[in-house]
Structures are given as structure tokens and as C-alpha cells.
């Protein structure tokens, strides 16, 4: 059967690390030949240019293999299978080789149903949880972990071991012993139910090491993430480290979907109106300016060479909404010159006069009309943020080594990235005032006594004045709207992301992207779905 990098580089031998020489002879069930570039095992029954000449069968996608020492062998690639229909491609059946009569060597025991933590992780004692069985081989030095099938929810890191760490499911108790269960279905029997993020995170693990016979999975993922932050992504096992030596066989990895983007936040409405004097620097009270749209995103979001996650968002809005011009001048000053102050008591009559008693008659003025100020502008919207990911598995140490016989990686949707927040409303002006004075008209009559006319009640007087206006002046102009934020990118989903110069082996495997999450909206892309991915 022909090994094939799933997307992109077959190594020579001469660049092989030691470990991954080393994983050819993993204590799993069966030696793993890794692929080499030796182009003359391309042969046209097996691999073929499907990418150029021709599509491949129903169910299947091409994967591209690049082969260094052979040019003519650079466009090649093989139809992959893409779902689990039982097809026809004897590269990828679903049957791993599987030994009723195999025992369990000397290692640490864990079963869900009949452990307990204090015990010390033996065949008759085991203990309950995978997690405290990597504390028991470590401890005692030891490679084999051997789990019963049940359901392990717990968050795993494999951290290295000079021994290796082999976590092998699909046993069961029978009396005393555990036995190889070799029925359909046996990997999806033992169970690691991760209640995070990642199933299982494998960091530093530079000793040969692997898993077989199990199913591990996230927490269903999808959702939304709160408002103005991106989504999350699920990983069904994450490889950290350089140099990392590892074996899946009869393994089925599955991540939930990625998270959808949290909804962006519209910008705050403009409140008030600027300041202005509403003479001097009256205007045309035009609209303010619109703010400047933020821009959407433009490229997949992606993952660095630490496992970190980068989100495709879109910018937030440019710039904020401008200021509205203040209104139009208003009309005046306008003056009346027939009025007077009051009434005085004078020799015992009442007079008309000023207020200080001396003889008046005069004009009041009404101060010009003042225009309204310009609104606010509104304030910029918020970036449409991208959507998470799901990665059945990423590989993210440089020289890694991983291989992977009788598998399935299924990943799942990728979380829908979400459009920029609208910008702010812009504010309305405020409203011209006019200019006022009032002009007394005081008919003063009747005897009075001391200085008070009215005093005593004994001055009748009426006024009959009349306001003095000067109309006003225009109201401000609204203020302009803020910038929208640009729309974040949809998710992608991949069955396998590897970084750049690590090395993945495929066996009798199957691949399952999911879709890709939805763009936000304008020209942020939809999140891509690809079985392959390799990261920049």
C-alpha cells in the first residue's frame, strides 16, 4: 500500500529525523512504514494526476503529493476518500487488523466502571480515569496504558516520556483479566469525551509514542461567542513540539464545530451638538460627513507554529461620523423706541419714568437671532469578527513525525464569521434661538403718596408693551453617521492542518472536512473546507 503527505511533501530518507526512522517499529499492532521519495512506487493504478486529467469517483477529492527527486511526479495525486461509505478504494477500507487472542503486557490499567483513583493501576486494580494513569506510568516508568471501553470525559496532555506513552483502547474485563474486543465498532467503544476545546494535546512528545483503538472528541462546539469577539475553534488532537514522534492506529478523531463570531457592537449614537457662539460662526447647517466603513476581511484565518489560533476579523469602522454644520445666521437686531420703564410717584401723581425716577422715554433693542450648532457625529461601528475552526488534527511542531493507519478524521463545521457593527446615528443640530427684548408700555395714573406708586395700591397703571424679536436663526445640520466595521471571514474546517515542515503518513484512512463557516457579508471569504491544509 502506497504512504502518501496528504499535502505536499514526500521526504527522502536522508532527511529523516531519528524518530521518524524510529516510529517504523512502534509497539502498537503492526510496524508503520513511512513514505519515502521514491518515485518508481508511483504507478498509474494507484496514483494518478487527478487534479489534471480528470475528477475523481464520487465521495472522493484529490490530494496533491509532491515528490522532491522526481519533477514529473510534482502534479500527481490520489482520490481520497471523504466520507465513510464502505467504498470501494481497498486504500482506505475501514477494517483495522485486529487479534482476539492478544493480552495486555506489563503497563497501567484504567476502567470507568470498575476503577478507583486511589488504586495503584494494576490488571485487578485499576485505576478510573486516563489522566491518572499517565501519572501511574510515568511515576513507575512504564509505556502501555490499557483502557476498557467506556466513556472518559477529561482533558488529556501527553507530555514526553523517556518510554513513550501508548494510551490503547478496545479492551473489556472478563472475571479478572481485560481481552481484546474485536468487534465492529470497537474503536468508537472506548471513549475520550473532552470537555474543552482540544480532545487531546500532545506537547513535547519527542519519544515514540501514539494511541490506538479509541475515539476522541471535543465538546460539540458551534454557538456564538460573545458580542465583539471571534470564535473559537475545536481540535480533535493537537500536536505541539518539535521534532514530536507519533502513531495513531484504529483512531477516530473528531472535532466539533468551530464557533460562530460574536455579534459586532454598533457604534454609539452622537449626543449633543458642538459648541458654536451662534453669530459669528453660522453656516449652511449641512449634513455631516459620513464616517469611513471599516474594511472586511480578506484572508482565511489560520493557525501559528504554537497551535494558537488567528481569526480572520474585519477592521472596525474607519473613522467616525463628522460634525453638521451650525445653522444659518438668524435676522436682527431689531429696536422699538416707544417704551418706557414704569410708573414714579411724582408731587402726588403718578408718572411714567425709568426705574431710578427720572424721566424716560426710550428705545429697547432686541439682540440678532443666533443659529443652532452642528450635531455629532455618530460614533464607528465595531469589526465583524471570524469564525473558529475545526481541526480533526493539527500538526504544528516543525520535523514532526506522525503516522497514521486505519483511521477517520472528522472534522466539523467551521464557525460563520458575522458582519461590522453600523456605525452611530449622527445627532441632530441644535435649534436657532431668536433674539428677544421686551418693550414696556406703562399707562401710569392716579395720586400716590412717598416714592412707590404702587405701594399702597393707590397708582393704576396697565402695561401695554409688546416683545421685541429678532428671528432666529437656522437649526444645526444632523450629524454624520459613523463608519461601519468590516465583516469578519468565515471558519475553515480541516481533517488535517500540519505545519510546513512536518511529515504526516496516511493508511487506510479517512478524511472528513466539514463546510466551512459563512462569511460575514461583503467580500470577507466563506471559512474554506479542505481534508488538507498546509499552514504557512
Not at 88 to 114: N, W
Not at 436 to 448: I, K, P, Q, S, T
Not at 459 to 483: E, H, I, L, M, P
Request: glycine share 22%; hydrophobic share 30%; proline share 5%.
Amino acid at each position: 500500500m502506497i504512504s502518501l503527505y496528504a499535502f505536499g511533501l514526500l521526504r527522502r530518507m536522508s532527511r529523516m529525523t531519528p524518530w521518524e526512522r524510529a516510529l517504523g517499529v512502534l509497539a502498537l499492532g503492526g510496524a508503520l512504514a513511512l513514505a519515502r521519495c521514491q518515485c518508481v512506487r508511483f504507478q498509474p493504478d494507484t496514483l494518478f494526476a487527478c487534479g489534471e486529467d480528470g475528477g475523481c469517483p464520487p465521495g472522493r477529492v484529490c490530494v496533491e503529493v509532491v515528490c522532491e527527486a522526481c519533477e514529473s511526479e510534482r502534479a500527481r495525486g490520489r482520490c481520497a476518500a471523504t466520507q465513510l461509505d464502505g467504498g470501494d478504494d481497498a486504500g482506505f477500507d475501514a477494517g483495522a487488523p485486529c487479534d482476539a487472542g492478544e493480552r495486555p503486557g506489563p503497563g497501567i490499567f484504567v476502567s470507568a466502571g470498575r476503577g478507583n483513583p486511589t488504586w495503584n493501576g494494576t490488571e485487578g486494580a485499576p485505576v478510573d480515569t486516563i489522566g491518572a494513569a499517565l501519572e501511574r506510568a510515568r511515576d513507575a516508568g512504564k509505556a502501555n496504558i490499557y483502557v476498557e471501553e467506556g466513556e472518559y470525559r477529561e482533558a488529556l496532555q501527553i507530555v514526553d516520556s523517556p518510554t513513550g506513552v501508548f494510551i490503547n483502547g478496545g479492551w473489556k474485563y472478563s472475571g479478572p483479566a481485560m481481552e481484546r474486543d474485536c468487534s465492529t465498532g470497537m474503536r468508537e467503544r472506548t471513549r475520550i469525551l473532552s470537555p474543552g476545546f482540544v480532545g487531546v494535546e500532545v506537547v513535547g512528545v519527542t519519544h515514540p509514542s501514539g494511541f490506538a483503538n479509541l475515539f476522541v472528541t471535543t465538546e460539540p462546539g458551534g454557538g456564538a461567542a460573545p458580542n465583539d469577539t471571534p470564535g473559537t475553534s475545536r481540535i480533535g488532537l493537537l500536536v505541539r513540539g518539535d521534532n514530536s514522534a507519533l502513531r495513531l492506529f484504529n483512531v477516530h478523531l473528531k472535532a466539533g464545530a468551530g464557533e460562530h463570531a460574536g455579534t459586532a457592537s454598533a457604534g454609539d449614537s452622537g449626543v449633543g451638538a458642538q459648541s458654536c457662539n451662534g453669530t459669528s460662526d453660522c453656516g449652511d447647517a449641512g449634513a455631516g460627513a459620513p464616517g469611513g466603513d471599516g474594511e472586511d476581511a480578506t484572508a482565511q484565518a489560520t493557525f501559528d507554529l504554537d497551535g494558537g489560533f488567528w481569526p480572520s476579523n474585519g477592521a472596525a469602522g474607519a473613522s467616525a461620523g463628522g460634525p453638521g454644520a451650525n445653522g444659518r445666521p438668524g435676522q436682527g437686531p431689531v429696536s422699538r423706541s416707544d417704551c418706557n420703564r414704569g410708573c414714579y410717584c411724582s408731587s402726588g401723581w403718578c408718572c411714567t419714568t425709568d426705574w431710578n425716577g427720572s424721566d424716560y422715554s426710550g428705545t429697547v433693542t432686541a439682540p440678532a437671532g443666533t443659529c443652532g450648532c452642528g450635531g455629532l457625529g455618530g460614533a464607528l461601528g465595531s469589526a465583524g469578527r471570524g469564525g473558529g475552526a475545526s481541526v480533526a488534527l493539527l500538526v504544528v511542531g516543525n520535523q514532526a513525525a506522525v503516522g497514521i493507519e486505519h483511521s477517520v478524521l472528522e472534522a466539523g463545521a467551521g464557525g460563520n464569521g458575522t458582519a461590522g457593527g453600523a456605525g452611530g446615528a449622527g445627532a441632530g443640530g441644535s435649534t436657532g434661538a431668536a433674539g428677544l427684548a421686551y418693550c414696556h408700555r406703562m399707562n401710569c395714573a392716579g395720586g400716590c403718596g412717598g416714592t412707590n406708586c404702587d405701594s399702597n395700591n393707590d397708582c393704576r397703571y396697565q402695561d401695554t408693551g409688546q416683545q421685541v424679536v429678532s428671528a432666529a436663526g437656522g437649526n444645526g445640520g444632523n450629524g454624520g453617521n459613523g463608519g461601519s466595521g468590516g465583516s469578519g471571514a468565515g471558519g475553515p474546517s480541516y481533517a488535517l492542518a500540519t505545519a510546513p515542515d512536518a511529515g504526516v503518513t496516511l493508511e487506510s484512512t479517512v478524511l472528513l472536512p466539514g463546510p466551512g463557516g459563512a462569511s460575514g457579508g461583503g467580500v470577507a471569504p466563506a471559512g474554506e473546507s479542505a481534508i488538507t491544509k498546509l499552514l504557512p
